[in-house]
Every structure is written in structure tokens, then in C-alpha cells.
């Protein structure tokens, strides 16, 4: 009997002769001579050989020997390279569904985020899941810059541990390229090569952040290794000491004067930037609201100094112990915040909605206000929804009035949009409190309450109406879009629901938002509700910026932007630049032109950049928590299993805190994953782990360097 390798070599030699043409498996079969009992062997043979790169099968199951000058010219695809702790990576593609699987071995010297070329392969994982790929080549380099933590190694050169653990190599530094930075100091380093299979990659310190254990250094090194700027410009800074402080008559003209409108501005107790302000009239039984937003392009000019930072700045972001504006609090504090009692410019969208909250008019203004009250959330709260007496005595009766109609209203939008299918993923946001020193005190939960949805409603009704008047005035524009989810992810969502009595329909490749909408009223209260929300939401796409109209999935909406946050929101601040150039008869053609030239490449940045806040964000969070958490070690917690994978499960606290519980700390029993139900099953007693389930668990293990938090099981 011939062995694997002889059958290998025969096959190979039977491919690789002139007379061969491509066949099936069952054509190879009798070709080859091979006996009923041993088609299992040839199948298994065909399979490694695919495996091994020496073979490939066509779409209609025709084998032939891997032509590679072919797989070059067809099977060669450009995308950015996403790494992973454990050395082996992905490729994202554009306008691929499934991402590419890249080996440690196959992955040259990309690290994450990388643009790179790379071969198909022709063999996909051994869960099938994704296709192969050889990355030949880098592109684009994403990270010239590194932050982490210095070791000197000898007198003559150290090494710089990255923080970003998804850059897997250190970087080698000699010792007069450190700058003189000692053990334990966080520093930047610049790479100046990126080393290969046998060399490390190599830099030179460019700035020495401090050392670890001092206050403040643990957030600034996120801070720089996302690549945010604190600090904005000299030429910045110079162009904004020549705004003026106040509202002259020049600025006023040609505005609509609303400033004998009531008008009162909602937000956080601490908010500094206040860019919206609302009123609301009745007219008869209509509501005629006005949602009036400052009017930042009139300082920031396009294409100056201050326009091209905000441009690339993108978003302001929101970290755990500090603001990194998008534009200088000169300005977001100031002239363009909507102080009460001070006159400001602003864009005003007044829609006209009748009963029914259906949108019967509206009028979109350059306009001049007056904001009559600073209000806040939990106050306004207090009045509207729980009518507390003693808060409804410190306004004047027709503010009180004015809210009690918004409320009424605000209800009536919701409950339209929810008719329509807006699907609402109302999951609990925490905030850390940190002492005078940078240390986490107490974690509490953001209350999402009547006076923020009434807010967001009012909103949401404005970035609609905006979006909406300008696709049908076929104007460049800059949308913000949902796109649909993917079928196969809507399939999979399906079956796993399925295990739990609940049930989606979708039509073909499509699902309608109604259809989740519909899912998530019937889990509310359920024991099921928050792991089906989860894993929901973790189907659905990214929002992101873009120039057609795709429409807004989550919200049920043909037509949405972002228009109400133009002081930290730089696609708002485009979009107003749009609008002030319709209003005034200045969109002709080379304006037109402008726009279509420039839009695109404001979309892809502002998307990048929102991505870059949000992780940033997320990090500088999850740090804090992970700090809270020392002074807890061993304590025991109820948690809800929020997330099971191969390797164990994830839980979150009641504080939103979240840990894993390794799969080799289950010692009860020998478990495996079960990725259609997502549960971890025990083989011999049969105990089983899902999605939602409540456990306790104790505090095992705290790893700040890579803030994770290992959790075990308890009972």
C-alpha cells in the first residue's frame, strides 16, 4: 500500500502533465483507479493539499495543480491589516464581507493598521469561517510614532514595550536615542525601521511622557498613543485671539431676529459647551418647535489654520478625566456656546408637527437668539416627569408651560418612530469618579432619563429634516449612515434566537429595522432580554460619515446627518458651511464642484476619526475600572455573562465593570464552545454557560499593563 506522501507525489505528477485538464474529485477517482473504501483518503489527500498551497479547486469543484502567477493577477487584494495579541491577524477589504485570516508566519513585517497587499490563498481556516491570506507586501505604514514603557537592556541600548499590545515586537533604542529616559518612563519613539522575521524594529525616543506611577501619566500615554493633540497650534491660537467676544450689529444683519423667542438650552450640570438651544410654540393644536444650534462656521473660515485642525482633530473626545476639544475654548466656551442672556448667531430649524407629531412645515434660518435659561437634565427631569413642585417654582410659568408641551411632544416623536421600527438599544453608560489625583473612586451609572430622550427626540427631528431638505435639493452633502446588516449575520442571529422561542423575518438579503424593533419589545422583561440585545447589537454595522444617502437603519430613517453639534462635530460644522451657502444664493457651480471635489475625503476622516475618540475613549475607561477594581481583589460580585468565546467567557458587573472567566479555570468540567447557541457546554455533567446568564464570581487577577481583570466562578 502506498503511503500519504507516494499518493501526494501521484497526484501532483497526474496535475502537473500536459494532458491534464481540470476534474472532479469523482473524475480523479476513476482516472486514479481508486477503490470505494479508499475515496475517503483521496478526499482527505485533496483537502491537505489545498491546505499545504500546491493545489487549488474551482468554483465548480474542479482540481488543478496553485497558479501562482495567476492567484497574483486574480487573487492579489489591498486592505488594512487588524493584528492580535497572539500574532496572527486579518485583513479588512473593502466591499468583502468576511475578513481575510493571516497567519504569524504569512503576516511579513505589517502591524496593525497597516494598508497592505496580499494574496488569497486557496484554503480557508479550520473552522471554515475566513479565507487565507499572505500579505506581500506593506503599502502604508499607520503607526510612525509608538507610546510604551522604556527598560534599559546595557549601557549601549534598551528596548520600548509598546502599550498597544496588538504591536507585537519591542523596539530596539539605543541608548543615545533615549533621550536619558530611565526604567519604568513612558515615552514616544519614532521608528526608524520596522525589523523583519530576525530583527526587532528600531526607533528613537522623541519624548519622555514621565514615569509610570505618576499621576496623570497612565491617561497621557493613551492620550499620545492614539495620536490626539492637547494642545492646539501657536497659528491656532493666534487666529482665535481675534474673535470678538460679543454679537455686533454687522453680524446680526440679514438673520432672523428670534431673540424675543422663549428659548432655554438642556444639558449636563457640567457641560461648558452648550451648541443647542429649543423653543417651542403652539399654533392651535400644532407644535412648533425650534431647535437652534450656533452658528460656528461664522468664526472658523474654511480652509484657515483653525478649520484645517478641527478638520483633522475630527471630533472632540470625551476621556475619562479631561475634554481634548475639537475647537479652542475660546471658542466652544464662548462666543459659540449658547449662554443664556448673551445675543449668539445661530443656524435655527423650525418644523411645524401637528398632533400626531407629523412633520407638516419647517423653515431652516441663519438667525440671531437670546437662550432665556440654562437648564439641566436632572432639573428639567425633575419638572417634566416627576412634576416635583418645589423644581417647577424656580422658573417662570410660561417656561414651565413651554417644558410641559416638550414633553408632550417629545413622547409623540418617540412613539412615531418606534411605529416606523427605530430599534432603541438602551444599554446602562457608567462614569468613573476620580479623586484630585487621577485615582478611581466610585463607578456610577449615567441616568438616561425624560429630559435627555426629550433631547435626543428633538434632535433626532432635526438631522432628519436637514437631511431630508437636502437630498431633495440634490445638493453635495454629507449623510450619516447605518447601512443594513449582513444576511449571514441576520442568520445567525435568527438561529440563535430561534433557541429561545423568538423569531425574526427577513426577505431574501434583506431585514427590515421593524423586524429587530419588534424583537426587542417582545424580549423586554424577558430573562433573555439583555444577551439578546447583545448579541443583536453585535450584529448590526458601524454608523458611519458618508456623501450618499443611505439611509439610518438603527433609526428607521431614509434621510439622516449630523447637523446639531457643529463645536465638536466636525462633519456638523461642513454640513453648516452647505447650508449658509444655500441660504445665501451662493451654491453655483464651482461651489457645487467644490463640495463633490472635497465631501468624500471629509467623510472618510470624519469616520476614521470618530473610531480613534471612541477607542480612546473606551481605553482610558476600561483602565479606570481595572485601577478601581485593585482594592477588590478576591471579593465575590454578580455578574451577567456578557460575551462566551473559545477561551472562556466575559462578565459584566452590575458597575459595567468586565472580566473574563478563563475556560481553564472551569475545573468542574471539561467545557466547549458552542458558537450557534454561544454557550460553553460541560462534556460530562452537562452544566451549561449562556449569553445573559446571571453567575457569581470572584476577583482573581488584575493585569493593568494589559487592563484585563480575570474572574472565576463561584459555586
Known sequence: MKSKQERKKLILELMGSEFYVPMKEKELAIMMQVRPEDRRILTEILGELIAEGKIEVSKRGKYSLYDEKRALRENTVMGTYLSTMKGFGFIEVDGREDDLFVSEADSLNAYNGDIVKALILPRKTKNGKHAEAKIIEVIERANDCIVGTYQKSNKSFGFVIPDNTRFNSDIYVRVEDSMGAMDGHKVVVKLTGY???????????????????????????????????????????????????????????????????????????????????????????????????????????????????????????????????????????????????????????????????????????????????????????????????????????????MLDKMYELSRLLRDRR??????????????????????????????????TKLIEDFMLAANETVAAHYFWQEIPFVYRTHETPDSEKIERLAAFINNFGFHIHSTGDTIHPKEIQKLMDEIEGSDQQYMIARVTLRSMKQAKYGTECLGHFGLAAKYYCHFTSPIRRYPDLQIHRIIKDCIRNRMNDSRLAHYEEILPGVSELSSKRERRAEEAERETLKLKKVQYMENHMGEEFDGVISSITEWGMYVELQNTVEGMVRLDSLRDDHYEYDDMTYSLRGIRHGRIFRLGESVRIRVTDIDLFMRTLDFEIVG
Open 418 to 451: 418606534h411605529k416606523r421600527g427605530a430599534i432603541d438599544f438602551d444599554f446602562p453608560e457608567s462614569k468613573v469618579v476620580l479623586d484630585t489625583e487621577g485615582h478611581p473612586v466610585d463607578i456610577v451609572l449615567r441616568e438616561r432619563n425624560a429630559a
Open 195 to 401: 525589523g523583519d522575521a530576525r530583527k526587532s524594529p528600531e526607533g528613537v525616543v522623541t519624548e519622555i511622557i514621565g514615569h509610570i506611577n505618576d499621576p496623570g501619566v497612565d491617561i497621557m500615554s493613551i492620550v499620545k498613543g492614539y495620536g490626539l493633540n492637547v494642545e492646539f497650534p501657536e497659528k491656532v491660537m493666534n487666529r482665535v485671539k481675534n474673535v470678538a467676544d460679543f454679537v455686533s450689529e454687522a453680524d446680526m444683519a440679514g438673520r432672523e431676529d428670534l431673540r424675543e423667542v422663549l428659548m432655554v438650552t438642556i444639558d449636563g450640570e457640567d457641560a461648558k459647551d452648550l451648541d443647542d438651544a429649543v423653543s417651542l410654540t403652539m399654533n392651535g393644536e400644532d407644535y412648533e418647535l425650534g431647535v437652534h444650534i450656533a452658528d460656528v462656521s461664522n468664526y472658523v473660515q474654511e480652509n484657515s489654520a483653525l478649520d484645517r485642525e478641527a478638520k483633522e482633530r475630527g471630533t472632540s473626545v470625551y476621556l475619562v478625566d479631561r475634554v481634548i476639544p475639537m475647537l479652542p475654548h475660546r471658542l466652544s466656551n464662548g462666543i459659540c456656546s449658547l449662554n443664556a442672556g448673551e445675543d449668539r448667531l445661530a443656524l435655527s430649524v423650525i418644523m411645524t408637527f401637528d398632533r400626531n407629531a407629523k412633520l407638516k412645515d419647517y423653515r431652516i434660518v441663519e438667525s440671531v437668539i437670546n437662550v432665556n435659561h440654562r437648564m439641566n437634565y436632572t432639573s428639567v427631569n425633575r419638572i417634566i416627569a416627576l412634576e416635583d413642585e418645589t423644581e417647577r417654582a424656580l422658573f417662570p410659568v410660561d417656561t414651565v408651560d
